[in-house]
């Protein structure tokens, strides 16, 4: 009783905690935001899909169950955060698509029928290490790129962030399916997405298109058949992408970032180049798969969250371990295409 308590004091008056009383009762039942028990492992793998879609502006269980369904078919919506968001949207799109199925940014009785075939839980459990809360952790990171340069790496702020990204999940999922956990205890057991995949591993890319329009990137085999899909950020107004085809010439793994001051990046004011060293909250994540010219290339980034949401210095941005699993499918010389729109 102690919130409305306090909103009482502020409102004066029996009549007014009468009042907030029956407004909180009506939230309560008109449908406010999904309670924990809402979010059980049981409710979640047992969604079903009944004709009306999931919320996209707020977690569901059918959102949370076709989300890490569409991550273990390869068409990934970004970070996994139990909304049907424009990045669900988009990967559901292209699963259908190359399912051959009837294409729209929703969900069909057809699409999730197909989906569905995967029956097992999209839920597991995970113990935490001693591993996992040992660090190195950064608590607060710089807001300008000039002052990373002094950082001896850009890591995780806490366990909790590492232990999202790792599960491909958003902190808030992460959190809203272990109320009141401690995610810096080791042997603290944690709900988790459960995205693995029953095939043999990443397939090897003949070519990877790039598509500035609908902000997304799509790998095909030898045979012309997609076997990856991933929502992405893909340049801006001012700093746009590359036109045509160009050819992956290297890939680095945990780089170091470095910022030459001709890039003339918003908000960046140095005179002089500098490096950023390695780690999951580099500017360009935990990987870069370079492409000709220089500043071009394809990486991961700080924050998933964002990705297909805000825009990049000209760049393709994927969340970490999208681009982590694009660049164990491309090698030297695998064509990415730039395209503007459907291809």
Same mark, same amino acid.
């Given at each position: 009783?102690?919130?409305?308590?306090?909103?009482?004091?502020?409102?004066?008056?029996?009549? $007014?905690?009468?009042?907030?009383?029956?407004?909180?009762?009506?939230?309560?039942?008109?449908?406010?935001? $999904?309670?924990?028990?809402?979010?059980?492992?049981?409710?979640?793998?047992?969604?079903?899909?009944?004709?009306?879609?999931?919320?996209? /502006? #707020?977690?569901?269980?059918?959102?949370? *169950?076709?989300?890490?369904?569409?991550?273990?078919?390869?068409?990934?919506?970004?970070?996994?955060?139990?909304?049907?968001?424009?990045? $669900?949207?988009?990967?559901?799109?292209?699963?259908?698509?190359? #399912?051959?199925?009837?294409?729209?940014?929703?969900?069909t009785r057809e699409i999730w029928q197909k989906l569905r075939s995967d029956d097992r839980p999209v839920l597991t459990t995970y113990d935490v290490t001693e591993k996992d809360?040992?660090?190195?952790?950064?608590?607060?990171?710089?807001?300008?790129?000039?002052?990373?340069?002094?950082?001896?790496?850009? /890591?995780?702020?806490?366990?909790?962030?590492?232990?999202?990204?790792r599960f491909h999940m958003s902190e808030q999922l992460l959190a809203a399916l272990n109320p009141h956990?401690?995610?810096?205890?080791?042997?603290?057991?944690?709900?988790?997405?459960?995205?693995? /995949?029953?095939?043999?591993?990443?397939?090897?890319?003949?070519?990877?298109?790039?598509?500035?329009?609908?902000?997304?990137?799509?790998?095909?085999?030898?045979?012309?058949?997609?076997?990856?899909?991933?929502?992405?950020?893909?340049?801006? +107004?001012?700093?746009?992408?590359?036109?045509?085809?160009?050819?992956?010439?290297?890939?680095?793994?945990?780089?170091?970032?470095?910022?030459?001051?001709?890039?003339?990046?918003?908000?960046?004011?140095?005179?002089?180049?500098?490096?950023? *060293?390695?780690?999951?909250?580099?500017?360009?994540?935990?990987?870069?798969?370079?492409?000709?010219? +220089?500043?071009?290339?394809?990486?991961?980034?700080?924050?998933?969250?964002?990705?297909?949401?805000?825009?990049?210095?000209?760049?393709?941005?994927?969340?970490?371990?999208?681009?982590?699993?694009?660049?164990?499918?491309?090698?030297?010389?695998?064509?990415?295409?730039?395209?503007?729109?459907?291809?």
């Amino acid at each position: 009783m102690t919130p409305f308590k306090a909103v009482a004091v502020r409102c004066g008056g029996q009549g $007014a905690i009468l009042h907030l009383l029956l407004v909180a009762w009506w939230g309560l039942m008109a449908g406010a935001p $999904a309670a924990a028990a809402d979010l059980s492992a049981e409710r979640i793998n047992t969604a079903e899909f009944n004709g009306k879609p999931p919320p996209a /502006d #707020e977690v569901s269980p059918l959102g949370v *169950r076709l989300q890490v369904l569409l991550a273990r078919a390869h068409f990934s919506p970004g970070e996994i955060d139990g909304k049907f968001g424009e990045n $669900a949207k988009k990967a559901l799109r292209a699963y259908a698509e190359a #399912e051959r199925l009837s294409t729209a940014d929703r969900v069909t009785r057809e699409i999730w029928q197909k989906l569905r075939s995967d029956d097992r839980p999209v839920l597991t459990t995970y113990d935490v290490t001693e591993k996992d809360v040992a660090g190195p952790f950064l608590p607060k990171l710089p807001t300008r790129m000039e002052d990373m340069k002094d950082l001896h790496g850009l /890591d995780y702020a806490n366990p909790r962030e590492q232990l999202a990204e790792r599960f491909h999940m958003s902190e808030q999922l992460l959190a809203a399916l272990n109320p009141h956990q401690p995610f810096d205890r080791a042997g603290t057991r944690l709900v988790v997405a459960d995205v693995a /995949d029953e095939g043999a591993g990443a397939a090897q890319a003949d070519r990877v298109e790039v598509d500035k329009i609908r902000q997304t990137v799509k790998v095909f085999d030898a045979s012309n058949h997609l076997t990856d899909f991933f929502p992405a950020t893909v340049g801006s +107004e001012d700093k746009p992408s590359p036109t045509g085809t160009l050819k992956v010439t290297s890939i680095d793994r945990n780089p170091n970032y470095r910022y030459n001051p001709k890039y003339h990046f918003k908000g960046v004011h140095a005179n002089s180049p500098f490096t950023i *060293r390695p780690g999951p909250n580099n500017p360009v994540g935990t990987v870069w798969i370079q492409l000709p010219g +220089e500043g071009y290339g394809i990486h991961g980034t700080p924050d998933p969250g964002k990705v297909s949401k805000a825009q990049s210095h000209g760049c393709v941005r994927l969340t970490n371990w999208d681009a982590e699993r694009l660049a164990s499918e491309v090698k030297k010389g695998t064509p990415v295409a730039f395209v503007d729109g459907a291809s």
